[in-house]
């Protein structure tokens, strides 16, 4: 499977990105008491600034070609 990835500025620190999220990732989000698997591909908040900060879950996208779609629609640049 091929990987989809872009991000784009919101701030200085803040980037809005598509693409895969890590299993400590996912594990935080289900702490959070959001329903995450980890599979797929996520649209989510990461703050540039403070890698350590956990990243902000916005959605899920099911397939790379759907991730791919959304990235171009918001004009992230692949990283």
Known sequence: MEEYFGTTSLSNASMLCVGPITRKEAEAARN????????GYYLF???????????????????????????????????
């Open 32 to 39: 959070d008491g959001l329903d995450v698997d980890g599979v």
């Open 45 to 79: 908040i990461a703050d540039d600034g403070s890698p350590g900060e956990p990243i902000q879950l916005i959605g899920k996208v099911f397939s790379p070609h759907h991730a791919s779609k959304l990235a171009r629609a918001l004009g992230a640049k692949a990283a």
